[in-house]
């Protein structure tokens, strides 16, 4: 049974009071942008904002990094399709924070380095960090710069008509300034601004929504009963509970614990008791999205049925949930913050891809070539690095029409095809320091090439349908199940190869592996503050809240099970 309801509307005309709430975020955005721009001198101070960031501020930039319009968009849609099982990798987010502070930050702030390709060199050669790095910034033009986009475009258009084109260009630019502007100072501090807009809007809107609903009683009584019910069974097509715990950590641990855009926010820490308590904040505030973004999916479905598409029982329309839950309840003002709320989310995500794009390209590809430059041309080549982030997202604008939402999920799903070899390296590099650099680059190529062949073969399998028995089995396998396939690979590869070859020195790896740890780093000078170890009084604080998120987290699991 569903709630039947007024026609539903498909525009919203911005009232006044919307209009200076948009122009007030516009103004602290660039305010931020433009202060920091005036501080920043060193490479250190644009790339890692001078390693002086407190805990908050990296906890929400961690968490406005990760969360884009894509999110608006595909948690709510997926809410309107099957219900709160999506929310399996929000909350699993929440655990591959932990393993970010707990595990890896202390390597990483102990090699003084500035990107994970850096670290990689280290910890293998440079051919692994040559990959990762040409890797990561080919993905954030074209797979996270472009679903940013798409995303904004089809919130934009359904909700106050603006022209997707017109609508990319302006966003494109305005993040492209501040961003340029102020460095990794400027994103994380209107990250945190943004953070603050981002829930408010959110929040409000999921009140609102069950007010109208009737509450979780009336919302239960409205939508089929598994839409409530997480865990699925193992043949499930999409949420199958062998992928969420067994494939999706994997992905988890390349995006949370190696992906650039989110650990240059806790490399910018004052110290690994501040970088510690940042992702433990950070996790805290991962539980909010499954009850602000995928909620409002099964509220849209229970008040507008009669605007859903349904195949076999199922929605097959789910991306107009959001858009159609704040044209049709939210007043004047609070339609305001929403969108200020989505711009938020598109712009902290989008600066944050274009800074760490452009940190990569300066420090990993830039300084290689010219080991000599100053501090000044480190700088001014970055502010180049990021326009040109800038320049090819404005390039990308006019082919976003052809974005269509099967393909946004092709994008979504090509993460699971290049975080396993990544993850591998990345896991048994600090583990095992028997492991050398020949074994990883051959990790990290036999990934890409089993990536590329299940990619490739379930696009063309959508134009022309193969009968072929091992075609059908690569192409059907659910792709966290092959996530799990391609990281027993790639491990297998990377121990196999290894053996073959000599260990490294132990000179090369000290302080990077648990073995090595108590070897000092050639590179590290102990009087530098963001070295620190944490108090005794910050730790116990950070076990102590450590604790709470993960009993926190399982008993959501337990209740929604």
């Not at 407190?54 to 319009?69: E, H, K, P, R, Y």
């Not at 997480?230 to 199958?240: I, L, N, Q, V």
């Not at 107009?320 to 709320?341: E, F, K, Q, R, S």
Request: charged content about 10%; overall charge positive.
């Amino acid at each position: 049974m569903l709630f039947a309801s007024s026609v539903a509307v498909t525009h919203r005309t911005l009232g006044t009071l919307d209009l200076v709430i948009i122009g007030i975020y516009f103004a602290l955005v660039f305010g931020i942008g433009y202060y920091f721009s005036r501080k920043e001198r060193t490479s250190e101070e644009y790339f890692l904002a001078g390693r002086n960031i407190g805990w908050f501020a990296i906890g929400a930039s961690l968490f406005v990094s990760n969360i884009s319009t894509e999110h608006f968009i595909g948690l709510a849609g997926s809410g309107a399709t099957s219900g709160l099982a999506v929310g399996h990798f929000e909350w699993l987010a929440c655990l591959m924070l932990l393993l970010l502070g707990w595990v890896f930050v202390p390597f990483y702030l102990r090699s003084n380095v500035f990107t994970m390709p850096e670290f990689l060199e280290r910890r293998f050669n440079r051919n692994c960090a040559t990959y990762l790095a040409t890797i990561s910034v080919i993905a954030y033009i074209f797979t996270k710069i472009s679903v940013h986009l798409y995303a904004a475009a089809i919130v934009l258009e359904r909700v106050v008509g603006w022209s997707p084109l017109t609508a990319a260009v302006i966003l494109v630019v305005a993040t492209g300034i501040y961003t340029i502007a102020g460095g990794l100072a400027a994103v994380i501090y209107t990250d945190l601004v943004q953070t603050l807009i981002l829930l408010a809007g959110a929040i409000a809107l999921t009140i609102i929504g069950l007010d109208k609903v009737g509450g979780f009683a009336g919302l239960r009584a409205a939508v089929p009963a598994d839409y409530f019910h997480m865990m699925k069974p193992a043949t499930d097509g999409e949420f199958p509970w062998t992928g969420i715990f067994f494939g999706a950590p994997i992905l988890g641990i390349w995006y949370w614990c190696t992906d650039q855009v989110i650990v240059q926010r806790v490399l910018s820490a004052k110290d690994e008791g501040h970088a510690k308590a940042g992702t433990i904040f950070a996790g805290f505030l991962k539980i909010l999205p499954v009850f602000v973004l995928v909620l409002p999916g099964l509220i849209a479905v229970a008040l507008y049925p009669q605007l859903f598409h349904y195949v076999g029982g199922k929605v097959t329309n789910g991306d107009i949930a959001y858009p159609t839950m704040i044209v049709n309840l939210l007043p004047t003002g609070l339609v305001g913050l929403m969108i200020a709320a989505l711009l938020a989310a598109l712009m902290g995500a989008m600066s944050s891809v274009f800074n760490s794009a452009s940190t990569m390209v300066t420090l990993d590809f830039y300084k290689k070539y010219r080991p000599a430059a100053t501090e000044k041309q480190l700088v001014f080549f970055g502010r180049g690095a990021t326009a040109a982030m800038v320049l090819l997202g404005l390039l990308w604008v006019p082919y976003i029409k052809y974005l269509s939402p099967q393909l946004y999920i092709y994008l979504q799903s090509v993460q699971a095809y290049i975080s396993p070899p990544i993850a591998v390296c990345f896991i048994f590099g600090i583990l095992w320091p028997r492991l050398n650099g020949q074994g990883a680059i051959s990790s990290l190529l036999a990934g890409f090439v089993l990536g590329a062949v299940r990619f490739i073969f379930e696009v063309l399998d959508k134009t022309r349908h193969y009968d072929s028995g091992a075609i059908r089995w690569l192409v059907d396998m659910n792709f966290l199940h092959y996530a799990i396939l391609m990281f027993v690979v790639c491990t297998a590869v990377l121990i196999g190869v290894s053996m073959m070859y000599p260990a490294p020195e132990r000179k090369k790896i000290a302080g990077l592996t648990f073995a090595t740890v108590g070897d000092k780093l050639d590179t590290t000078d102990a009087s530098m503050p963001h070295l620190q170890r944490e108090t005794p009084t910050e730790r116990l604080f950070n076990l102590a809240f450590t604790g709470v998120l993960i009993a926190t987290v399982v008993g959501l699991w337990i209740y929604f099970r």
